[in-house]
């Protein structure tokens, strides 16, 4: 199972303009972890996220997949084990209709079209959006984008799934059902986002980045309960772990353990 490791060794990064945005992080995410990637605007993360999937280069450092170092050279194997779901689901879809969109990776690693169709089909049935499948990707919804979004990566069926703010813009019922499907994905799962909820929902293992370093790395719970760690990063406990505004109890904080 190794090719589901990833593995980041003194990662350093800028930007062209000059300004360095990671400053030498260093971790192991193992097979079948699922980890919160959490920190304040600016902090890094879309950047570090950037580099799993080599739509970024180091300019120090080494990123690695099992034991494939992330490189140009590599870049067409890197991506069929590491899936990645962008920030803005309009930076995934490009093509005429749902189902092109969906088809469009499966298609590009060349496979034939009986299991193009059968993967398309299974992906978008496991996200709840079957019946978007001839509709133009441009004109749904937010919450539909998103959803048809991940099947895009689902039908690749990575190794390792990499997801930039995955609940933004979701409605609650749809932030549940994201949930629930990403509750369901048995392999490795990296997610970068504000919504520490989401975290103490799917994350057993948070990762929290300031100022482009690594300020705290553990158990999720153990760090939303460490206040030196929450005020260096800039954060706020989950909403369930944060008292009752009424009694100031905390027994919400208790059952989210
Ligand atoms: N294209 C760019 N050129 C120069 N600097 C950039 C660029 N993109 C991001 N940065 C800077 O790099 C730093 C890290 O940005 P990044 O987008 O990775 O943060 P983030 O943690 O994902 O933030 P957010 O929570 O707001 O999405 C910030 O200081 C940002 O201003």
Redo the contacts with the bound molecule.
Sequence with gaps: MSHHLLEVKDLEYT???G?Q?LHGLSFRITHGESVGIV??????????LSHFTGILMPTAGTVRVGDLPVLRQTLKQIRRTVGMIF?NPDDQLFMPTVFDDVAFGPLNMGLPQAEIRERVAEALQTVGAAHLKDRPPYKLSGGEKRAVAIACVLAMTPDILVMD?PSAALDPLARRRLIRLLAGFQHTKII?T?DLDLVLDLCERTIV?GE?KVIADGPSLEIFQNDDVMKKGHLEKPLRMQGCPVCGCNESARSAR
Excluded at 39 to 48: E, M, Y
């Design positions: 930007y062209p303009d300004h945005a920190g304040a605007n600016g902090a890094g993360k879309s950047t570090l920030q703010e970068a504000h980045l482009g």
